[in-house]
């Protein structure tokens, strides 16, 4: 009987606790899928007798916006991939040279307000004549992806066994090669973590775009804010947007929830 | 004495040249062969983030507007920060907002965690739900919260009136704007915290919990005296994490308020942006950012120090 009542109130705990999360990414669906009546209405309709399509058709219809998703495909893309192709072998060759003091200036980059680079590399952007172009975000948005993956590559190659590089040395192999053929298949696991991360926060960034992007090189999440600002009344368009924005990176949480949590919290508690 | 210091440095040179070839025949692991793994990514690093902190630290001595020649000023910048009334404003507005979205996070976040120590059917799912809002794209989600704010025909009055309480403007009016900002900052950031101090929970072993059922304690018991003190590392880490990120919070802000109404909910950050993009004064803009990284800097060093004292006064309670 006690043990029951636990249960009970455990199970009572947990949908307390999980149902703010839940339930708010069901109202915005069901904010995407209504028409404006159904979305003005008061007291607030949860689940609409009829479902209107259109919300998500204006959007993927409307000016642009495919536009927007491939900036947003090629700025996250450009700057994940140039961050991995860096970011693996520093972090390779920081976790062999026990060099982990000089990741200090990733941690002290972390805490660095995002703005405080916007400045600058304005200013630089500005200078060598980028601006409208991709450019300027796919460069700054290694602010973001390259110490991701440093920092998470470190925890990884620290934790690889040295004994079978060691023996590859010895059998004459070049560094570059050990690397290559020995550390980073092992590291594939690790690679794919940082890849992740650094996808999500690529997409997911916004202050940099508002500053550095122009009406044709927006990203998904700077256009998404623009669209509040033009046509604030109907709010099933909106939802559908930012439904649509932010779906990828829902779909990836739930999937890569498990190499999430080891990348977040291997960063957190070291 | 000269020939003495030669001598010295000779000797020092060849015992240090035989060091370095005993340890190359010895140890084929020299370090320094390394390098070339990591210099393209020092050079990035030094183009991206060194080049601005250093950029930052020159500008915010010039008097500068985009457009025009900077003129050298020496530390007029970060005299004017006193007086100027906004940014005195927006530093008490960072505070508040920050004390809010770290304390609340990291309570709800541990009784999350506490709940997600125990085993249950699709717990890996749930996790992965929980963790939603954190890895959600923050615009996206401050446009829903916009809405749901809405005083009329929002969900949330909605919702406060199934439970008979009044309305509420929420992000509409000054005295409610920033904690309804807090609200969203919480809900978004509890399952980072949770992931946090899971780790720790799950690092406890169970002879503690086994013993202390054996002798009838209750469950806040169990948790006042064997979990709290083991998960409370993992709660600094989870406070310090959360303190950084939320003194820089900028996309929730300024896509539900813009600082408003009026500047009642302008933060440091919100502030510097409108400095710097808007009136493109970025001289003082940079003055601004090197202010704001010595307060973020003090924070993390004043939390550094209120853990250090109470390992001191647990070490002194149980002497």
């Given at each position: 009987?006690?043990?029951?009542?636990?249960?009970?109130?455990?199970?009572?705990?947990?949908?307390?606790?999980?149902?703010?999360?839940?339930?708010?990414?069901?109202?915005?669906?069901?904010?995407?899928?209504?028409?404006?009546?159904?979305?003005?209405?008061?007291?607030?309709?949860?689940?609409?007798?009829?479902?209107?399509?259109?919300?998500?058709?204006?959007?993927?219809?409307?000016?642009?916006?495919?536009?927007?998703?491939?900036?947003?495909?090629?700025?996250?893309?450009?700057?994940?991939?140039?961050?991995?192709?860096?970011?693996?072998?520093?972090?390779?060759?920081?976790?062999?040279?026990?060099?982990?003091?000089?990741?200090?200036?990733?941690?002290?980059?972390?805490?660095?307000?995002?703005?405080s680079y916007l400045i600058p590399l304005f200013l630089l952007f500005q200078w060598l004549g980028l601006l409208g172009t991709l450019w300027p975000q796919i460069i700054i948005h290694l602010v973001v992806t390259v110490p991701i993956v440093i920092w998470i590559m470190i925890g990884y190659f620290e934790t690889t066994p040295m004994e079978l590089e060691e023996s590859a040395i010895i059998d004459g192999a070049t560094r570059w090669q050990v690397f290559r053929h020995v550390a980073l298949p092992i590291a594939r696991s690790g690679i794919a973590v940082a890849f992740i991360l650094s996808v999500i926060f690529s997409w997911n960034n916004f202050v940099f775009g508002i500053v550095l992007a122009g009406r044709e090189t927006r990203t998904l999440p700077v256009a998404v804010y623009n669209m509040i600002s033009f046509d604030q009344l109907s709010w099933g368009p909106l939802a559908a947007a930012a439904l649509i924005v932010t779906l990828p990176v829902l779909l990836l949480t739930m999937f890569a929830q498990r190499q999430i949590v080891a990348g977040l919290t291997a960063g957190a508690v070291k | 004495m000269s020939e003495l210091t030669a001598g010295k440095a000779v000797a020092k040179t060849t015992a240090t040249v035989a060091a370095e070839t005993a340890t190359a025949k010895k140890n084929e692991w020299r370090p320094i062969s390394y390098w070339p793994f990591v210099i393209p990514a020092m050079i990035v690093v030094m183009a991206v983030i060194i080049f601005p902190w250093v950029y930052t630290i020159w500008m915010s001595l010039h008097e500068w507007k985009v457009g025009q020649a900077p003129t050298f000023v020496g530390f007029a910048n970060y005299l004017r920060l006193p007086s100027d009334a906004r940014f005195v404003e927006s530093v008490g507005h960072t505070l508040v907002y920050t004390a809010l979205s770290v304390a609340l996070p990291l309570i709800l976040g541990t009784l999350a965690a506490v709940i997600f120590n125990n085993k249950f059917p699709l717990r890996g799912f749930f996790r992965g739900l929980f963790i939603l809002p954190m890895m959600a794209t923050p615009v996206a989600i401050a446009l829903v919260w916009t809405m749901m704010f809405h005083p009329q025909l929002g969900v949330l009055n909605y919702l406060l009136s199934l439970f008979g309480l009044p309305p509420s403007l929420w992000v509409f009016h000054p005295a409610t704007a920033i904690p309804s900002l807090v609200l969203v900052e919480t809900w978004q950031w509890t399952p980072l915290v949770m992931l946090i101090v899971l780790g720790g929970l799950s690092a406890i072993p169970t002879e503690p919990y086994e013993s202390a059922q054996i002798d009838g304690a209750t469950p806040w018991q169990t948790f006042r005296y064997i979990s709290l003190p083991m998960i409370m590392p993992f709660l600094f880490i989870a406070a310090m994490i959360r303190m950084i990120d939320a003194v820089k919070s900028f996309d929730i802000i300024f896509a539900i308020t813009q600082?408003?109404?009026?500047?009642?909910?302008?933060?440091?950050?919100?502030?510097?942006?409108?400095?710097?993009?808007?009136?493109?004064?970025?001289?003082?803009?940079?003055?601004?950012?090197?202010?704001?990284?010595?307060?973020?800097?003090?924070?993390?060093?004043?939390?550094?120090?209120?853990?250090?004292?109470?390992?001191?006064?647990?070490?002194?309670?149980?002497a």
């Open positions: 009987m006690r043990d029951f009542l636990n249960k009970l109130g455990l199970t009572f705990a947990f949908i307390v606790i999980v149902s703010p999360a839940v339930l708010f990414f069901l109202w915005m669906l069901s904010l995407s899928l209504k028409f404006e009546i159904d979305n003005a209405s008061y007291p607030p309709v949860f689940i609409p007798e009829r479902i209107n399509w259109g919300n998500y058709a204006a959007v993927i219809e409307s000016k642009r916006f495919m536009t927007y998703f491939f900036n947003t495909l090629i700025v996250t893309g450009s700057a994940t991939l140039f961050a991995l192709v860096i970011g693996v072998p520093a972090g390779y060759g920081i976790a062999r040279m026990r060099a982990r003091k000089s990741a200090i200036v990733i941690l002290i980059a972390r805490i660095t307000p995002g703005l | 600082g408003g109404p009026g500047s009642a909910s302008e933060t440091i950050n919100l502030y510097l942006y409108s400095v710097a993009f808007v009136y493109y004064d970025v001289g003082y803009a940079s003055a601004i950012v090197v202010v704001f990284f010595a307060l973020i800097v003090a924070l993390a060093g004043a939390l550094l120090h209120l853990r250090q004292r109470t390992h001191w006064n647990e070490a002194g309670g149980s």
